[in-house]
């Protein structure tokens, strides 16, 4: 048994200013992750690819990686990024000689070129290969196309948001795969959309309406279904099929996987109103905060996450908490290379004033993005480089870049030199920082922090600050998605 395993991931903001050439897709090397390295980066990982390893090496397999690429999500991929990534995935294809195929890809892949990266993707792999089982893991925050499931024998997605069961999604794939592979089952497979587009912060699965949905999907597979996933979408992506969309997956049964989907799909469509997130003022909000006296109080600058595209330097969320005078509070966190560099230089224990964030321009807002004057002492500095304790992508390796903590005496800000949204007690604590020790935790995140920190939080208050993570459809100027399109238009 002889597989291809790889990983092309990438959650496109088309909104955002953030580039994303072929570096980012590697933590800033030159050089693509492939093979042994990347097979021993990620075996025993809680994600996607971990899974796929795991399947293999259980039933004995060769295992060929011709690449490991997961980037953070931005703007547009860089054409010549795409197309040096996916060559790398192709011509190991026209080699030959594989039983079976599996692709950890996001789902909301844009380019500069392409609007379906992935359908893109596996079109020229069938171009390549036309027999060969292709089985596919997604994201939940998909924007499906015809020809990412017209390509593959088999799609699963996540069913949890935060994504904390990457692993068991593509367990699930690749497990469809080897037994397709042997002839056990005969995968078949039905999609379709609504013309929906839920703001991320209403689609968490822990809270309805997402919950519901994502555990009638885990029943389906239970009994009826090979796999049944529920993509949220990516609102983010101005591109036609922008939203949410089901396929579901049965043994050689098509009439069963198109009355699942339309069971999905009605039941999302029905519940559309409660996917409209609702904010607050900024000033009201952090004002609110300010009369909580049980810590870890957790606020959210959720405008500015960097893992939907946010260029994680705006601070209006941080000048804010500065001017209403919260107290033991920990900020994750500002991108600021420029000023994480001059703290560095001037050392532990040295008091400094930067100019901190404001230093990437957002032409997709209607709102400047100034930076602010902060004095402080510098408290730690680290080269930024940590692992995740888990449940979401346990083990992975992430690096910040050079990070330091610049303490106001009322406030600790983390500032960074690589983007990573605080979705782990490991981001904190490896800058010497123990939530638990402080009053208020601000964390640039939407949903994912309740990975690592949701057992922690008391209270929780969502600051809504400035970014292109923004949850106010009317800052965002929408071109290219289909409409009319719930909730932008009356539906």
């Not at 171009?127 to 593959?152: E, K, Q, S």
């Not at 602010?372 to 979401?392: E, Q």
Request: some cysteine.
């Amino acid at each position: 048994m002889r597989l291809l395993l790889t990983m092309f991931k990438h959650e496109t903001n088309t909104f955002s200013p953030v580039p994303t050439p072929f570096e980012r897709f590697f933590k800033g090397q030159t050089q693509a992750l492939r093979g042994d390295d990347a097979l021993a980066a990620y075996r025993g990982t809680g994600s996607g690819l971990g899974g796929f390893i795991e399947i293999a090496e259980r039933h004995g397999a060769e295992i060929v990686i011709p690449v490991a690429a997961e980037s953070w999500p931005s703007g547009p991929v860089d054409d010549q990024a795409y197309e040096r990534i996916s060559t790398l995935i192709l011509d190991e294809v026209k080699k030959g000689g594989f039983d079976g195929i599996l692709l950890d890809l996001h789902g909301a892949m844009v380019t500069q070129t392409h609007e379906d990266g992935e359908g893109t993707l596996l079109k020229r792999l069938r171009a390549i290969d036309p027999h060969t089982p292709v089985g596919v893991t997604l994201d939940m925050h998909t924007n499906l196309y015809d020809d990412i499931v017209r390509y593959a024998t088999v799609i699963t997605g996540y069913h949890t948001y935060p994504h904390i069961d990457m692993l068991e999604a593509g367990s699930r794939a690749a497990d469809i795969l080897m037994r397709s592979i042997k002839g056990q089952i005969k995968p078949v497979m039905a999609w379709g959309n609504r013309p929906m587009l839920p703001h991320v912060m209403r689609q968490g699965t822990h809270s309805e309406p997402n919950k519901s949905l994502q555990a009638r999907c885990i029943a389906m597979e239970s009994k009826q279904a090979l796999a049944a996933s529920l993509f949220v979408g990516f609102p983010h992506a101005d591109i036609h099929n922008a939203g949410l969309s089901v396929v579901v997956c049965t043994d050689n049964d098509p009439a069963l996987a198109n009355t699942l989907r339309d069971e999905l799909l009605d039941q999302a469509w029905d519940a559309r109103a409660d996917f409209v997130f609702q904010p607050e003022s900024l000033h009201e909000s952090v004002a609110r905060a300010r009369q909580m006296t049980q810590g870890p109080i957790i606020l959210l600058d959720h405008c500015d996450n960097s893992a939907s595209g946010g260029t994680m330097d705006t601070t209006a969320v941080l000048a804010e908490i500065l001017r209403q005078g919260l107290e033991n509070a920990a900020f994750y966190a500002i991108y600021d290379p420029q000023a994480a560099t001059m703290a560095a230089q001037a050392g532990i224990g040295a008091n400094i004033t930067l100019s901190l964030g404001g230093k990437t321009e957002m032409p997709a807002l209607r709102d400047a993005n100034p930076p602010l004057k902060v004095s402080g002492k510098v408290k730690f500095v680290f080269d930024g480089r940590y692992r995740n304790h888990g449940p979401m992508y346990k083990g992975v390796l992430n690096d910040t870049g050079t990070t330091v903590v610049l303490d106001t005496g009322k406030v600790e800000i983390v500032i960074v030199s690589q983007h990573q949204e605080p979705f782990d007690l490991s981001c904190l604590q490896s800058a010497g920082i123990d939530p638990l020790k402080k009053r208020y935790v601000v964390l640039k995140s939407r949903v994912h922090w309740r990975a690592g920190f949701g057992n922690l939080a008391r209270e929780i208050v969502e600051c809504g600050g400035l970014g292109v993570t923004t949850s106010d459809y009317n800052q965002l100027a929408f071109k290219n998605v289909r409409r009319p399109i719930f909730p932008l238009d009356p539906m």
